[in-house]
């Protein structure tokens, strides 16, 4: 079988899904997991791998190969059919199943679909994925002793008990505006916020998965341009955004303004240390330094760790971590929760927030430190010489300033003000942001890197 290497890639599985993700090819990668789990585990055990899917237009497909090929290798299937990924991951957690895969493209277009695995309770990435590319390339004839079975279960009712357990949001007067994007977590999200005692204001919260009014990101500012509408026109007390397959948080202001994954951050840190002093609390490279002094600032383990959702759940484990997040909106909650990222569980835990301090998120964030950041930059390179172009602006940075290089470079300037060039795992791009004091000294931080990067791109690209 010709396999596209590439679809393989740091993380996850992710391709268009009609050029790239042949039914063959899944079959085969759905066979080759299976059979490693087995050789993994305890051979006399029948395992048993939990399969969600979005609501994107090939997944019934997807998911019909990919359950033949786990069967095939003796597993059996648990399809708990289509909703968010958190419902994977709760699916997991719930039946202590020996794995999991959620078929979904995320937040990429809607042609495009992939596969999130899990081994046992853990993420399935990195090295694990390599092997799995190797094994599918050149397949291993299976031994399976039986074919596995399929059965259907429903969880959506114990997944939002879950999530509403210790929240009760009634009386609380929150107008809530919810934009689901056409994902698949708007019909679980509006049942979790209901359930909870809200009455949200529902938009684009029909599953569709050609996406017709917005790309399912919330990290764009376009997309989010809808709900900020809704939420100035209404009143609303704050304007909640899920991505694709619900695995990450946007939120927007009473006011209209976004509020980015790291002041979110700065937001659960407090709440979590007011009530577990001293925890370990964990962000990433791209996250403002004020969120790193605040945990400290209120008592707490402030973690500066890689990129990537299975990095960082990863990590939470090693550190002990309570809570951990991203600039892209993955909000993980271990305080109270199981430690993966779930966008309608973070939703719920921010109304929650909102609703016992009686403020918006503006009056609660009114005493951080006033910082200029850019937004994500992204700058065209090629996959072959990204890291090296990483490695040479750390090494020339170094000779003046401190440098973390947890994942890429973060290079610290004085007085809170930094630079970061890191390269993207899932694509052929180099990610750039800075963070100073004042709009001049950012510009200045940023002109001054992104010349020393187009220097070394050319110089290794001629």
């Known amino acids: 079988m010709l396999v596209p290497a590439h679809v ?103 042609d495009e679909n992939g ?62 505006v919810v934009d689901a994007g056409n994902g698949s977590a708007g019909p679980l999200g509006l049942a979790a916020l ?25 990290t764009v500012v376009d997309n989010l341009a809808p709900l900020i509408a809704r939420v100035k026109a209404t009143h609303g007390s704050v304007g909640i955004a899920w991505d694709g397959d619900g695995d990450r948080l946007g939120a927007v202001d009473a006011s209209g303004e976004i509020v980015w994954g790291d002041k979110l951050m700065v937001l659960f840190a407090r709440d979590v240390l007011q ?43 090693e550190e002990g971590a309570l809570l951990a997040g991203e600039m892209s909106g993955h909000l ?25 301090s009686k403020k918006t998120m503006r009056e609660l964030l009114v005493d951080l430190p006033r910082t200029f950041v850019t937004p994500e930059i992204r700058v065209d390179c090629p996959d072959d010489v990204k890291f090296e172009v990483v490695e040479r602006v750390r090494e020339r940075y170094r000779k003046d300033h401190e440098v973390i290089d947890v994942d890429g470079a973060r290079i610290l300037f004085g007085e809170g003000a930094w630079g970061l060039v890191r390269a993207s795992n899932t694509g052929p791009v180099l990610v750039l942001r800075f963070e100073a004091k004042s709009e001049a000294r950012r510009d200045e931080l940023r002109a001054q890197v992104e ?6 791109r050319k110089a290794l690209t001629g």
């Open 115 to 176: 596969l999130k695995l899990m081994k046992g309770k853990a993420s399935f990435f990195g090295d694990d994925i390599r092997r799995l590319r190797d094994r599918v390339a050149l397949p291993i004839p299976s031994t399976a002793q039986r074919k596995g079975s399929l059965t259907s279960l429903d969880l959506s009712k114990a997944y939002v008990d879950r999530l509403c357990e210790g929240i009760d949001l009634s009386g609380s007067g929150l107008k809530v």
């Open 194 to 218: 209901r359930q909870a005692g809200l009455d949200p204001d529902p938009l684009f919260c029909e599953m569709d998965g050609t996406f017709p009014n917005h790309h399912p990101d919330p």
């Open 451 to 456: 010349r020393t990067v187009a220097e070394e």
């Open 8 to 110: 393989f890639r740091e993380y996850d599985i992710r391709g268009v899904a009609d050029r790239e993700l042949s039914s063959d090819l899944i079959r085969s990668i759905g066979e080759e997991f299976g059979a490693m789990l087995v050789e993994e585990g305890a051979k006399e055990k029948t395992l048993r791998i939990a399969v969600g899917c979005d609501c994107r237009l090939s997944s019934p497909r997807i998911f019909q190969a990919l359950s033949e090929g786990l069967m095939g290798a003796g597993v059996d299937v648990v399809d708990v059919g289509v909703g968010p990924t958190p419902l994977l991951y709760f699916a997991v957690h719930h039946l202590g199943a020996d794995g999991g895969i959620m078929i979904t493209g995320s937040h990429n277009a809607g």
């Open 332 to 356: 993980f909650f271990a305080d109270r929760y199981f430690g993966y990222d779930d966008g309608i569980y973070g939703a719920l835990r921010l109304l929650q927030i909102l609703a016992e």
């Open 275 to 317: 009530k577990r002093p001293g925890a370990a609390i964990l962000g990433e490279v791209k996250c403002s330094q004020t969120l790193y002094d605040d945990i400290k600032k209120h008592g707490g383990r402030a973690i500066l760790w890689k990129t990537g959702h299975s990095n960082i759940k990863t990590k939470m484990k």
